[in-house]
């Protein structure tokens, strides 16, 4: 079946520091796939999106790459800041959505 | 655009009382969720339905029942509250499966404490 694996947290960096959170899957055919943030006391909100390989998704500064030989999703940001504390969930969507565990990511000032 | 619209906020209820959180969507999506995400926990789906009329159970149904009777409403039922059901309960919507390549939209959540 169809699964999501993403890096456990959490992760925590400075300030301005380089962002990679992984996240590998198993899918049948050709899935969505997406990442999600959910800040404290929030709901989860669409960050980013790639809907076939090779396609680059990208918001708000951080980008993740649809790898198909890899079956890879990895996000990742140049230069964090405070702000992005929150966390992050890795997701596949064939029919219904199949998320990760989430990744607990706190920067520090 | 009101997107997904849940209520209430915040519950409190005593164990062994029942309560119906509210879902309501405006989007015309098919599929409506019900997630319960538990403190430093992922999210776990309790019940889901792909259209009017029909529902079927996730990977944590016990305790919950749901209906739906129409495209915009997917109320989640609590017949007998327990302690273990404390946690954060999400409501999600979407377009069907022909129209995978776009996301779940989430509401902003129920906080429910079982006392």
């Known amino acids: 079946g169809n699964s999501v694996t993403q890096m456990e947290g959490p992760v925590t960096l400075s300030e301005e520091a380089f962002l990679t959170i992984n996240c590998t899957y198993t899918a049948t055919g050709y899935p969505s796939l997406f990442w999600y943030v959910q800040y404290p006391g929030e709901g989860l909100q669409l960050l980013l999106k790639?809907?076939?390989?090779?396609d680059k998704g990208s918001n708000k500064g951080f980008e993740a790459t649809y790898r198909k030989e890899t079956t890879s999703f990895h996000l990742e940001k140049g230069s964090v800041q405070v702000s992005d504390s929150a966390v992050y969930f890795c997701?596949?969507?064939?029919?219904?959505?199949?998320f990760g565990k989430g990744t607990r990511l706190h920067i520090l000032p | 655009n009101a997107g997904v619209t849940q209520t209430p906020k915040f519950q409190v209820l005593k164990t062994g009382q029942s309560m119906t959180l509210q879902c309501a969507q405006d989007?015309?999506?098919?599929?409506m969720s019900w997630y319960r995400q538990d403190p430093g926990m992922g999210l776990r789906l309790i019940h889901y339905s792909v259209g009017a009329g029909i529902t079927d159970q996730g990977e944590v149904p016990n305790g919950y029942n749901v209906s739906r009777s129409t495209t915009e409403d997917f109320p989640l039922r609590l017949l007998s509250a327990a302690p273990s059901q404390t946690s954060v309960y999400f409501c999600?919507?979407?377009?069907?499966?022909?129209?995978?390549?776009?996301?779940?939209?989430f509401g902003s959540g129920t906080r429910l404490t079982v006392v």
């Open positions: 997701a596949l969507r064939n029919d219904k959505i199949i």
């Open positions: 790639a809907t076939k390989a090779d």
């Open positions: 989007m015309n999506h098919e599929y």
């Open positions: 999600a919507s979407s377009y069907g499966r022909q129209r995978a390549n776009y996301g779940y939209t």
